[in-house]
């Protein structure tokens, strides 16, 4: 079954900020979705009981497998995406905003051929 939008949305965050900080709590993921903390507190409830993320003892959210599975593949498209857009002349803000509204819907199929097109286009890199 696939994730709701907003699991992969607080996944995608943890995965960002923890590529920016060592360790990413609560208050990190709140500011950077513009949620309260009470909201990403249940979310993240949800998400430990689903096994997507644990937190250590100091209060960092780390993801398990499962959790950097689906970040990993949210975080592609929506970079792959977003360098797309921006290769047709869209503003970089504009890019990663509509990346982010496409890259939940988008079907595997379409994605990898977006992808491939712009590995062939010189657009991106093979990493992303």
């Not at 995965?15 to 208050?27: D, F, I, R, T």
């Not at 100091?58 to 921006?86: N, P, S, W």
């Amino acid at each position: 079954m696939k994730p709701f939008e907003s699991t992969e949305n607080y996944l995608e965050c943890i995965l960002m900020l923890g590529e920016k900080k060592p360790c990413v709590h609560s208050v990190d993921v709140a500011h950077q979705l513009g949620v309260s903390k009470p909201t990403v507190s249940v979310t993240m409830k949800r998400l430990r009981e689903q096994g997507y993320l644990t937190v250590s003892a100091d209060g960092c959210l780390e993801l398990t497998g499962a959790g950097q599975e689906i970040a990993a593949r949210i975080y592609e498209r929506h970079k792959v995406l977003a360098q797309m857009f921006m290769s047709l002349g869209v503003s970089e803000e504009t890019a990663f905003q509509d990346a982010c509204l496409v890259e939940h819907d988008l079907s595997d199929e379409t994605f990898a051929c977006i992808k491939a097109h712009a590995l062939q286009s010189g657009i991106g890199s093979e990493e992303e």
